[in-house]
């Protein structure tokens, strides 16, 4: 027989898994490489020889200070200007999304990727390596939690 668990229990698990998601600071390699000018920055990335910023944090435009970043991000990409390779990771408060493709950056047209993830360290992966985010792991919370309420 499954136990019953009561809509307080099940709403504080809840409530405790996203205070944890929202208020957690987020591990994220930091570096910027122009035409390769830092070569431990790109591809292939080596953790041992990057730049590891742990509890990573970002000032907000039109707010003093710093504040706890929630994502990590790479960049990189190719200047159609004048073909410069620039690659940079580092973190943010808000996700930069996935995309592959032009962007802009600094003023400039660029081809390439950025890319934005949600866990400690995962801006050190290739594009095809980097998890992306906790969706994973909220869904498989949220079905377990209604599973249960619903018994």
Request: glycine letters at 10%; charged letters at 20%.
């Amino acid at each position: 027989m499954m136990a019953h668990w009561s809509p307080t229990v099940i709403h504080g698990i809840f409530l405790l898994y996203l205070m944890h998601i929202v208020s957690a600071e987020i591990d994220c390699y930091v570096c910027d490489s122009k035409n390769n000018t830092d070569p431990h920055c790109g591809d292939p990335f080596h953790p041992l020889y990057g730049k590891l910023v742990t509890n990573c944090r970002q000032g907000r435009d039109g707010r003093s200070g710093f504040f706890p970043a929630r994502y990590c991000t790479k960049i990189s990409g190719v200047s159609m200007t004048d073909n410069t390779v620039t690659v940079i990771r580092s973190c943010a408060i808000e996700s930069l999304e996935n995309m592959c493709g032009m962007f802009d950056l600094e003023g400039e047209r660029y081809t390439g990727c950025v890319l934005t993830c949600e866990s400690d360290a995962c801006n050190g992966a290739e594009e095809t390596g980097m998890r992306w985010g906790h969706g994973f792991l909220e869904t498989a919370v949220l079905v377990t939690l209604n599973t249960l309420y619903l018994l």
